[in-house]
Structures are given as structure tokens and as C-alpha cells.
């Protein structure tokens, strides 16, 4: 039974980490999570350089990866591993769409 219970709490997180990721930007999902746990000023805006993007990217990973967040609950690992595969995704097409304006030697 306690099994069951978990997998609704696991869908019931999936679900809702996959409506926060579709309501926000990717520079939306970053200051979100890099202001989650330290409380830090949100620094990104639309303007900013792609290196910045990717330092906001390595520092909410090392704040949401799920291996670093096995001291929480359940249901906060599972959200950390939820938001982690959806900004990881978000991240992974920023890359690919940078990658494909700049001009081949």
C-alpha cells in the first residue's frame, strides 16, 4: 500500500513539475531554481549572454541534481529529479539552438 502511495505522490510531483517547466521560460526555470534553496537574487533576464545562461545552468544543477538532495524527503528528491530532467531538456535545446546560429569556420 505504501508503495502505491508513492507512485501518487510520484505522478502527482511529475505532473506538476512538467506544468511549472511549461508556464516559464528557461531563463525563468533558472533564476526559480537557483533562488530556490539560497534565496538569491534573481540575475538572468532576457538580455543576457549565453555564458551566463550556462553558469545559472551549472549552479542550479549542483543545487537540484538528485544525488546531492538524498538527505530530503521523498517527495523533495523527487521533485529535484523531476526539475533537474526538465531543465536539463530546456538546456540541452538552448545549447543546439546556440550551437546552430553561430557561423562554421
Same mark, same amino acid.
Request: with cysteine; hydrophobic share 35%; proline share 4%.
Given at each position: 500500500?505504501?508503495?502505491?502511495?508513492?507512485? #501518487? $505522490?510520484?505522478? *502527482?510531483? #511529475?505532473?506538476?513539475?512538467?506544468?511549472? $517547466?511549461?508556464?516559464?521560460? @528557461?531563463?525563468?526555470?533558472?533564476?526559480? $531554481?537557483?533562488?530556490?534553496?539560497?534565496?538569491?537574487?534573481? @540575475?538572468?533576464?532576457?538580455?543576457?549572454?549565453?555564458? $551566463?545562461?550556462?553558469?545559472? %545552468?551549472?549552479?542550479?544543477?549542483?543545487? &537540484?541534481?538528485?544525488?546531492?538532495?538524498?538527505?530530503?524527503? %521523498?517527495?523533495? *528528491? &523527487?521533485?529535484?529529479?523531476?526539475?533537474?530532467?526538465?531543465?536539463?531538456?530546456?538546456?540541452?535545446? @538552448?545549447?543546439?539552438?546556440?550551437?546552430?546560429?553561430?557561423? *562554421?569556420?
Amino acid at each position: 500500500i505504501e508503495c502505491t502511495a508513492r507512485e #501518487k $505522490a510520484r505522478d *502527482q510531483i #511529475k505532473k506538476e513539475v512538467e506544468h511549472w $517547466a511549461r508556464s516559464k521560460s @528557461f531563463i525563468s526555470m533558472l533564476n526559480e $531554481a537557483n533562488a530556490w534553496q539560497a534565496g538569491e537574487p534573481r @540575475f538572468l533576464t532576457r538580455s543576457c549572454s549565453a555564458s $551566463a545562461i550556462a553558469k545559472a %545552468y551549472k549552479l542550479a544543477m549542483l543545487k &537540484i541534481h538528485p544525488d546531492k538532495n538524498l538527505d530530503k524527503d %521523498y517527495s523533495a *528528491q &523527487i521533485r529535484c529529479t523531476e526539475m533537474f530532467k526538465e531543465i536539463t531538456s530546456r538546456y540541452n535545446s @538552448f545549447r543546439a539552438s546556440t550551437t546552430a546560429t553561430q557561423p *562554421q569556420p
